[in-house]
């Protein structure tokens, strides 16, 4: 038997068909709404990739995901469904936040990496309890996961309200973090090789830090003996335990990583953006990372590509929804629709293809 | 297809001339670009045993599939007593008169045996008018067949003989007369087989028709009347069983000349490497699976352990290979081996020159998604020579793999393919070309051709009588007693977690290891 797809197929061709299914379904809603779709596509795509305004917005929201995304795949390669990716992500901005404030930064350049060892050993611990249930009592990691959002929440809460709240403040916030801590922008970065960015847009170096993240998490998956532990029990339990790898310490340590990946995901919101902890900052991104690593394949390239597309449906729908008066939830009907298609009716739109894949070898085979 | 038995394969239960229960005509099924059978008449008399042969993915269960409406063929006719029938579902299977007996039986645990049987063919909203009808029915049933069972017990608490026993019952209240078994003895011992095939003969006699499949040749000679065998998709030949022999078979088989025994010269057992002394394991459950075995292995012999599945066999290699905890006393060349902590898995057991072919390839051999080359570094991944510095050397790993996939006849020898592109006997020589080329001080094999084709079958067996020649203990465990016999030095029966004795096997037989298997010891079953 052979695969029965070439593989350029399965991880391009299959994602596009399923993203043009439900860009054409998006595009029957906005007509039912009696606006024009073409004018819509036109706005998104403008607003996101048509200046380097939106391209810094778009890379922003797509280093969010990145992180998100990165921290389910390596779950995932363990067979472990995490869905605390929210609540990981919350704590990690704790972690970051607290760092920031702890001392007088006198540079970024040493604040940032003190931040993302606070951001990851948060977002990790947020991790570890559930992932040691898992390992060791067999509580489900999903339901506990999912708990642990709610907690993580409410912990934040609690601490913004209590105990970071600058005296005399109102608003549920942490202060301003020091000056030092503030993380160069784009514009910063890209002003010595002459390229004219937008300083007004978010995106900053935690953009490149979620690039080498996504080459770290892909040598640490395929090059290194972890990594193949951790691939060969994500395939079969059993198959690890004759081989004499420990399940638990695959399931604690995967989730620790994939919760530090969460944790890190706060050196761009909280530290790059914020610059202060706010209530939820994290706006949903652990669970587009879910989307994400499901439409990369929980490949590390493929997660950075979804990311910097749920980027712009970020972006460019926030455009929309400012210059069309299309309605913020049709937005989210959007983004549902192409989380819908290339996630959960993946086999909808793979089983046509192969079986047009299968026909052409058949005809092949009968012309030689 | 040369068609021996013409006409003249008239079984005693059969009227002249009457058409034949089934007859199948150019039924041709392709998956994909797999030709799974390929134009393939057949014609079974009524009231005959008519077995089929054929090694795995020969096409036997497809085509029986396709009788029983779970395929559909792509071309082709079923007529079922001379009657063109269309068979789109198992219910049309059903309506025709046919039953089938799988493989992994199809029974609810905690229900009874009775409701087993009506389920699925419950009449009415109401349950109890069927079932008081269905015990009536059956009891007349088991009566004229002999087959004995208590409709009320569970079938979790029944043996698998009977629990098989109740799946023919179930075809056989839904008045089926065409009855096929799909590899009904492998999870049977000797003697249940025997009573199986005692009510086989009494359904035939009674003018049943029923289709065996099988991959024993020993079956086929025994209990059919005519035999098919079926190769690559194809039906090579249908002979009368009384005309032809297991060496034909196996040669219409595979295709070429077989050699059916081991060929091997006698041992030279050397010092113990292996000893085992009152092992025991408790499960999740606390059932205790292994209830007190004691034994020793020496260099340069295969003890074998025959025993029906299910008697503690895949607990002794598990526990020896690191994959479950146990109490007792394992040495390893005279030295203790960790049975409960840190050192208690299939690493530490591998450093100690331990290697395992575990009883089942695809679930704990080998990660099936994963490439042949990453397969042979499963479980060795660790090794010095797999790694550089932090990373593993993924190139050398497939230097290694190209090498082993040679000497080991692995074919296609491709070491990117995933492990479930390859057939079950290349499968199996993917983890047997990882373990034995280790060179262990001992090797545990657990069911080493379940599921290899005959030709295949040869070269397992040979490879592992030269590691056997080269000086190194073999632990042997498998259901299959012509395997045990063929390959053992010594044999050693379990029986609900215990060592019931042990025999040479130059001077036993089938028939005392089945007693030994079925918990008979010797001096009972002579008596």
């Not at chain 1, 869905?83 to 604040?111: D, M, N, R």
Request: glycine share 10%; with cysteine; aromatic share 6%.
């Amino acid at each position: 038997m052979m695969d029965v797809m070439p593989r350029w197929a399965d991880v391009v061709l299959v994602p596009l068909i399923s993203l043009i299914l439900a860009f054409g379904i998006s595009a029957l809603v906005i007509l039912g709404i009696g606006k024009d779709p073409v004018e819509a596509v036109k706005l998104m795509v403008t607003g996101a990739f048509g200046s380097t305004y939106g391209w810094g917005y778009t890379l922003f929201y797509a280093t969010n995901f990145i992180f998100t995304g990165l921290a389910f795949a390596v779950a995932s390669h363990a067979s472990m469904f995490n869905i605390g990716s929210e609540g990981q992500a919350t704590l990690g901005g704790l972690g970051v936040a607290l760092v920031c404030l702890a001392l007088p930064w006198p540079h970024w350049a040493i604040a940032l990496p003190a931040a993302m060892i606070g951001g990851a050993l948060f977002g990790a611990a947020w991790a570890f309890l559930p992932a040691w249930l898992q390992a060791k009592r067999g509580s489900h990691i999903v339901i506990t996961t999912i708990m642990f959002n709610f907690i993580g929440a409410a912990v934040l809460n609690y601490m913004l309200v209590n105990v970071m709240r600058p005296e005399g403040s109102m608003d549920p916030a942490s202060a301003k973090f020091p000056a030092g801590t503030n993380l160069p922008t784009l514009h910063d970065i890209l002003a010595p090789f002459g390229i004219e960015f937008s300083s007004a847009a978010p995106a900053n170096i935690s953009f490149l830090i979620a690039l080498l993240a996504c080459f770290l998490v892909w040598l640490m998956l395929w090059r290194t003996r972890f990594g193949f532990e951790l691939r060969a029990f994500g395939r079969s339990e059993s198959a690890a335990v004759y081989a004499g790898i420990s399940p638990a310490k695959i399931i604690i340590v995967a989730m620790l990583i994939s919760g530090g990946l969460s944790g890190l995901m706060a050196i761009n919101n909280v530290m790059g953006e914020a610059e202060r902890l706010v209530l939820n900052s994290v706006e949903g991104a652990g669970f587009i990372g879910i989307a994400v690593a499901l439409m990369g394949r929980n490949h590390p390239v493929g997660v950075a590509l979804a990311a910097i597309l749920f980027g712009f449906l970020y972006q460019g729908g926030a455009e929309l929804a400012l210059w069309m008066s299309i309605p913020r939830e049709l937005i989210v009907v959007i983004q549902g629709l192409v989380i819908l298609f290339t996630g959960a009716l993946d086999n909808m739109v793979r089983m046509p293809i192969e079986r047009v894949f299968l026909m052409m070898r058949r005809n092949a085979k009968a012309g030689e | 297809m040369k068609d021996l038995a013409e006409n003249s394969g008239q079984p005693p239960g059969a009227a002249p001339n009457a058409p034949p229960a089934i007859e199948l005509r150019g039924i041709s099924k392709a998956f994909g670009p797999v030709q799974a059978n390929k134009d393939i008449s057949l014609k079974v008399a009524k009231g005959a045993i008519h077995g089929i042969i054929g090694e795995n993915g020969a096409g036997k269960s497809t085509l029986m599939s396709i009788l029983y409406g779970f395929y559909k063929a792509d071309r082709g006719e079923i007529l079922i007593n001379g009657k063109p029938t269309e068979i789109p579902d198992s219910q049309a299977a059903i309506a025709a008169g046919i039953g089938m007996v799988f493989q992994h039986f199809k029974l609810v645990e905690n229900f009874t045996v009775l409701e087993n049987v009506v389920l699925g063919a419950e009449e009415g909203a109401l349950l109890r008018p069927t079932l008081a009808k269905a015990r009536k029915h059956l009891t007349e049933i088991a009566e004229e067949y002999e087959m004995n069972v208590d409709p009320d017990a569970l079938i979790e608490e029944i043996g698998v003989g009977q629990q098989q026993r109740v799946e023919i019952l179930k075809s056989l209240y839904r008045h089926a007369d065409i009855l096929i078994l799909d590899e009904p003895t492998g999870v049977l011992t000797p003697a249940e087989a025997d009573h199986l095939f005692r009510i086989l003969r009494g359904l035939r006699d009674e003018g049943k028709t029923i289709i065996l499949i099988t991959h024993k040749l020993r079956e086929i000679m025994e209990v059919t009347d005519t035999v098919s065998v079926m190769r690559r998709g194809e039906m090579t030949a249908t002979v009368k069983t009384a005309e032809t022999s297991p060496e034909q078979l196996a040669e219409l088989m595979v295709g070429r000349k077989v050699l059916l025994r081991v060929d091997k010269k006698p041992a030279q057992p050397g010092k113990t490497i292996l000893k085992v002394e009152d092992l025991r394991v408790v499960d999740d459950d606390k059932v205790e699976r292994l209830k007190g075995v004691s034994f020793e292995v020496r260099a340069g012999e295969i003890l074998g352990i025959a025993g029906v599945s299910g008697n503690g066999q895949s607990e002794l290699l598990e526990v020896l290979g690191g994959m479950m905890p146990a109490t007792g006393r394992v040495e390893i060349n005279g030295e203790a081996i960790d049975l409960t902590g840190k050192h208690s898995d299939g690493r530490s057991r591998r450093k100690r020159g331990i290697a395992h072919v575990p009883e089942d390839r695809q679930a704990e051999g080998l990660i099936m998604d994963f490439a042949a080359w990453e397969n042979v570094a499963f479980g060795y991944q660790w090794d010095p020579a797999y790694n550089k510095g932090w990373l593993m050397d993924n190139a050398g790993i497939r230097e290694d793999t190209a090498g082993k996939m040679e000497r080991f006849d692995v074919r296609p020898p491709h070491a990117h393919l995933a492990a479930k592109s390859f057939s079950g006997g290349n499968q199996q020589k993917i983890v047997l070309a990882r373990e034995i080329e280790r060179n262990p001080d001992l090797l545990l094999v657990g069911q080493p051709t379940r599921g290899v084709d005959i030709g295949a079958i040869e070269f397992i067996h040979q490879r592992i009588i030269e590691l056997r020649d080269a000086g190194k203990a073999i632990l042997l465990v498998s259901v299959e007693l012509d395997e045990i016999m063929g390959m053992s030095d010594r044999i050693a029966v379990m029986f609900d977690g215990r060592i019931m004795g042990e025999r040479l096997p130059g001077e036993t037989n089938e028939g005392e290891l089945g007693l030994l298997m079925a918990g008979v010891t010797s001096g009972e079953g002579k008596a």
